[in-house]
């Protein structure tokens, strides 16, 4: 179901903690979405080895309890259609580099069905000012080279080529960052 509302109107809202395994369902879904619908692949994996681990499913939720600027950390957004299904979500979390607190590293994702409609870019401007706010400098992101849409759009919203890198699978990674200030 696409979303019948204008982008503007539809809310951005935080993760509840009683959603998580609705996420987790949509994260598995966007996998199948770059199978399915002959879409970039959002992620180095396919939905057919899509069951997310419990340590990740456990990063999630912890990182929601820990407060912002703090080792670990994470916050998470979605945006839902009408039957409340998660059709886009946007996810910023402290980097591994505890001498870099004052950056943040981004995953996004938005259901094929939806994408083109506005949603990523209200996500990234969203938390944007949210990290802002919270006293963040930058952010970071990992994106597939394949994925030329997302690239585009990153780069439209100001974010700039960073290093390159290789995923798990030895997909290529091209990293972007974005200073907020």
Known sequence: MRAVLGCRQVPISALEADQ????FTHLIAMLGDAESVDQP???PI???DSAIPEPTRQWFVHGAEV???EGGWRRVWVVQDAA???IAHVDLRATADHAAMDRCLLGMGVRGGHRRLGLGTRLLDFVERWAA???LRAIDLEV???NLPAIALYRRLGYQPAGE???VDGSALLQMSKALR
């Open 20 to 23: 998580f395994e609705a996420l």
């Open 41 to 43: 692949r959002f992620q």
């Open 46 to 48: 396919t939905d057919s």
């Open 67 to 69: 407060a912002v600027g």
């Open 84 to 86: 409340a299904q998660i």
């Open 133 to 135: 706010d919270q006293g």
């Open 144 to 146: 597939l080279a394949e």
């Open 165 to 167: 890198g290789v995923d």
